[in-house]
């Protein structure tokens, strides 16, 4: 089943922060984050494990509690070049039977 | 490091007619993911392989596509016939072990257009 995010869309003024969720109905193994540019491949961002770690690159960090089955992406002091859509995928059986299943996405813009 | 490769990068055909899109994982790479995009339905998985075998192909929408992976450097995701409704992007994405917590590297992607 695919994961839930919100917001869909959210925009932003340059160095204002934001937070991207995606939430499961299932009991999650892994939680991946992906960036898309318009007109562009998915580029990865991170991968969170079932264990509720948290994750960061830069100004751009992740957590996952595996009790809410819930991830949050946290994005700090936002750059132009965060615009883009912004996927999570989840993996529910960690046993590597099964490929990741993708949420709709949050659109995310960054205004100057 | 060549990345993903695939091609055609833009496929425009009519209704009814054969279509076969090709991917060249990252050398090296054991797996081997088919996406399919779309603004209604977001990304979904269609296929992966594992050292060229078909692991889950519990996406594939119908007996319409087909997907092969003859060697450790190719794969195609074929559609017979094609339908409107087939139209999308398609990516194809490698990782390095069969473990789907591996990061993925996806490729350009596939633009497809059934007229």
């Not at chain 1, 007109?39 to 100004?59: C, D, R, S, T, Y």
């Not at chain 1, 751009?60 to 949050?72: P, R, T, Y």
């Not at chain 2, 977001?42 to 889950?56: A, K, M, R």
């Amino acid at each position: 089943q695919q994961p839930v995010q919100s917001p869909q869309a959210v925009i932003l003024r340059e160095g204002e922060d934001a937070v991207i969720n995606c939430s499961s109905s299932k009991a999650l193994y892994s939680v991946h984050w992906y960036r898309q540019k318009h007109g562009e491949a998915p580029v990865f961002l991170m991968i969170l494990l079932k264990g509720g770690e948290q994750k960061g690159h830069e100004k751009i960090s992740a957590s996952f509690n595996e009790k809410k089955q819930q991830s949050s992406l946290y994005l700090t002091a936002s750059q132009l070049s965060y615009s883009g859509t912004y996927f999570c995928g989840t993996e529910v059986s960690g046993g590597g039977a099964d490929g990741l299943t993708f949420g709709k996405g949050t659109h995310l813009i960054i205004q100057p | 490091d060549a990345g993903v490769i695939q091609s055609p990068r833009h496929e425009v055909t009519e209704m009814g007619q054969e279509v076969t899109l090709r991917c060249k994982p990252i050398s090296g790479h054991n797996s081997l993911f088919w996406y399919r995009q779309t603004m209604m339905r977001g990304l979904e998985l269609l296929i992966y392989f594992n050292n060229n075998v078909p692991i889950d192909d519990s996406g594939m929408p119908e007996d319409r596509f087909s997907a092969k992976m003859p060697n450790a450097s190719f794969s195609t995701l074929k559609i017979q016939p094609s339908e409107p409704r087939d139209s999308a992007v398609y990516f194809c994405a490698s990782s390095s072990t069969g473990r789907v917590t591996d990061t993925q590297y996806f490729g350009p992607g596939t633009r497809l257009t059934v007229l």
